[in-house]
C-alpha cells in the first residue's frame, strides 16, 4: 500500500444514523489502482474503489487547480455541520429542481422521485426567484441552467420556465427529461425548440431492451426531436453487472445519430436516494468507476478509442483565463476537481472514429494557451494573436485529422463566444464523450466537494451538487418546502398516481 493523498470524508455508518461527521481519510494504491480509505472512531474503517488505474489517476490529478472563491455557495446549511470553509469554484452549471414528481420509478433514482410521500413544486414566483439568485451569484452569474425533476415534462408550465430563463439572462437552457412526452408528442418537442431549449438531456441508459427498456421511446424523442432541430445529450446511468457492458455501443448509437446528438455524459452510479441503504456486497458488485467505463469502451471500440484519449475537467481552464485577457472579462472557470469528471472528442470521418487526440496534441497545445495568458505589457492581444496565428498549426496532424477540420477558424470563434462556448465548434462537429462521477457517502472526498461546479439553485441558497443529493441535504430542503399528498391533491384537484405511465414500463 502506497499513500497518494491525506484528505477528508463522511463515515458512512454515522450518515446512515443521521449524523454527517467529517473523518480522515486517506487516498491509497494498492496493485495499480486507487482506493479512499477512511477511519471513524466509531465505526472503524471503509475502503471503496476512486481510479481502477493508478497511472490515469496521477495524469488526471497534476491537472488540479484553484478557481475563483464563490461567497454564495453554501457550505452548511439547516444545523449541519459545515465540512469546509469557503466554496472554490463558480457555477458551471445550475440545476433548478422543478418537481419531485415524476411518471416513472427508476430504481436508481438519486432524487428518489415521486416516492417521497411529498410533493415538491416551487411556483412560477419562486422558480424566478431561483433563477435570479443563481444569475446573481459571486464571482460570476451563471450563465447555463438544467431544469430538472423529478420529471420536468409533468408540469404544464414548462414552456413559461423556459421562457422566464432566457429572460433572466441564462444563454444556455437544458431540459433534463426521460424523453416519454418527447416521445408521445412531435409538437411537444417543437414548442421547446420555439421556447429557446438549447439541448435536451435524455436518460438513456442502453440501446437493448434488457438495460434500457425505454429503447423504443427513446429512439421514438429522437426522431422526434431531429423534426424539431432540437439536439440532444444522452444520459446513461452506468451500474455494474446491469449496463456497463453496453457503454460502448451507446457511442456508437450517437455517432451514427450525429446530426442531433451532440454528446453521451456517462454518470456511474452514486448510491444516494432510492439505493442509499444498498448492502455492502450488492454495492460493490454495482459500482463504476472511470476506468471501468473506459475499459468497456476499449473493448467495444478495439481500441480506436482508450482511456488515453480522456482528460479531465481542469484540462481546459487555460482557454478560460486567455479568453478573460483577449475579451477583458471575467468567464466561466472550469475549476472542477479531477475527480469529478472527464471527456473526450470523437470526431467520425469515413465511418470511422476519431479521438481529437490522435490528430492534435491536446497537452502541447493547452500548456501553449497557458503560456500565451500569462503575457503582460502594452499590445498583448496584439502579441497573442500574432502568436496564434505563427504556431496553432503545428499542434494539429493535418493528415490525421477529418476532412475539413480547421483549428484556427474554431479558436477564432472561441475568443469571440467566451469560454463558455468555447467548444462550441468542437460540439457541432464532433460527439462530446464525457463521464461526471457524482460522490455519495461511501467515496466522498471533501477536496472534491469544496470545487463542484454544478450547484443547485434553492429556496435555502444555492448548494454543491454532492451536498444536495450526496449529502441528502437537497432532500431536507425539500421536506421543509414540501405539501403532503393528500394537501397537494385538494390544492391541485389532481391524484398523484395520475402522474404515473399506463402501458409503460415503470422501472
Known sequence: MKELENIKSVCPACYKDGKIQKIDAKIIEENGKVYINKECTEHGSFKDIYF???????????????????????????????????????????????????????????????????????TISQIKDLMIQARNERPMGSKAIQITGGEPTIRDDLFEIVKIAKEVGFSHVQVNTNGLKLADDPEYCKQLKKAEVNTVYMSFDGVTKKTNPWIEYNKKAIENLRKANLKIVLVPVLIGEKNLHEAGKIIKFALK???????????????????SKIKDEKREKQRVDYIMMMQAIEKEFDGQISREDFYPVPFVFPISKLIKILKGETQVEFTAHPGCGGA????YDKGKPIPVTRFINVEGLLEFIDKESKIKGPLKKLRIASAFLKNIDSFVDYEKAPEGFNLKKLLKDAAIGGSYDSLRG?????????????????NLNINRLERCVIHYTTLEGIVP????????????????????????????????????RKNKPLT
Open 465 to 500: 451538487f454532492c451536498s444536495y443529493n450526496g449529502l441528502g441535504i437537497g432532500e431536507k430542503i425539500r421536506e421543509k418546502h414540501s405539501l403532503t399528498i393528500p394537501d397537494w391533491e385538494k390544492k391541485t384537484g389532481r391524484k398523484i398516481k395520475d402522474d404515473l
Open 52 to 122: 481502477s488505474d493508478v497511472n490515469i489517476y496521477k495524469k488526471w490529478m497534476k491537472y488540479t487547480v484553484t478557481g475563483s472563491s464563490a461567497p454564495d455557495v453554501k457550505t452548511k446549511i439547516f444545523d449541519e455541520p459545515s465540512l469546509y470553509d469557503e466554496h472554490k469554484s463558480q457555477s458551471v452549471l445550475t440545476n433548478l429542481l422543478v418537481t419531485n414528481r415524476c411518471d416513472i420509478r427508476c430504481s436508481y433514482c438519486f432524487m428518489n422521485a415521486g416516492a417521497s410521500g411529498k410533493v415538491y413544486e416551487p
Open 257 to 275: 445519430n450525429m446530426d442531433i446528438i451532440r454528446g453521451v455524459n456517462f454518470q456511474p452510479v452514486s448510491f444516494c436516494g432510492r439505493i
Open 344 to 347: 473526450t472528442y470523437i470526431f
Open 426 to 442: 468542437f460540439h457541432y462537429k464532433s460527439l462530446f464523450v464525457g463521464s461526471m462521477w457524482f460522490q455519495d457517502v461511501f
